[in-house]
């Protein structure tokens, strides 16, 4: 079956300081990887997709994400957070017909 | 870029009631829509999934009966809560597809059943 587990429950960083959020999910096939975030009071929105090529993903926002085969993992990273990226943040997995999300992972960066 | 709307956002109803929860795409055709639920401090859980012209697909544990979805055209998907009970409280969201890569949510509904 497939799952997506994010080990983070509740990330708290400064401004400027470096963000990764883990993620790693469970599916037998095929895997087209997400990461969305949502701030506070709105709703879902994509943050970065992969389906193939490059492992090495580029979303908005200054966000990426590297796609490891090997280690079932798809960490989202960012070099230097900024207040507004204060939000929840979701893993997800498309598996043959929907999608599967983690548990999210709260960040609050400090002023 | 594609966008999904709910109505209402915040609904309080009483035990016993029904509740019904609007999804629409405002700029495009949704061949697919899905109905998720998310409880505090827990992910989206996928309840059924919303072809237009068809019945919908529950998940496993979700009760048909009690959720009752319409997706009567390519805009518009509808989910009532039927006999609504506060252990139905929760925050209800709809997403819309059309076919390609990605998925397109709603802001959701938060429904309280006091």
């Known amino acids: 079956a497939q799952s997506v587990s994010q080990h983070n429950h509740h990330v708290i960083l400064s401004e400027a300081a470096s963000l990764e959020l883990g993620c790693n999910y469970s599916?037998?096939?095929?895997?087209?990887l997400f990461w969305y975030v949502q701030y506070p009071g709105q709703h879902l929105q994509l943050l970065l997709k992969y389906f193939s090529g490059d492992p090495l993903v580029k979303g908005i926002k200054g966000f990426e994400a590297e796609f490891i085969k090997s280690k079932f993992s798809f960490n989202l990273r960012k070099p230097s957070v900024q207040w507004s990226d204060t939000a929840e943040y979701f893993c997800?997995?498309?598996?043959?017909?929907?999608?599967?999300f983690g548990t999210g992972t709260r960040l609050t960066v400090i002023p | 870029g594609a966008v999904v709307s709910q109505h209402p956002s915040w609904v309080i109803c009483k035990s016993g009631t029904s509740v019904k929860i609007e999804c629409r795409s405002l700029?495009?055709?949704?061949?697919?829509m899905f109905w998720y639920r998310q409880f505090p401090k827990q992910s989206l859980m996928l309840m059924a999934t919303s072809n237009e012209g068809s019945k919908a697909t529950y998940e496993q544990g979700v009760e048909k009966d009690k959720f009752l979805i319409n997706h009567a055209s390519l805009t518009l998907s509808t989910l009532t809560v039927t006999s609504a009970h506060p252990e139905d409280s929760s925050f209800y969201i709809c997403?819309?597809?059309?076919?390609?890569?990605?998925?397109?949510f709603g802001p959701g509904t938060r429904l309280t059943v006091t």
């Open positions: 599916y037998g096939g095929t895997v087209n």
């Open positions: 700029d495009f055709q949704a061949t697919t």
């Open positions: 997403s819309a597809w059309t076919g390609g890569d990605e998925q397109y």
């Open positions: 997800a997995v498309n598996g043959r017909d929907n999608l599967f």
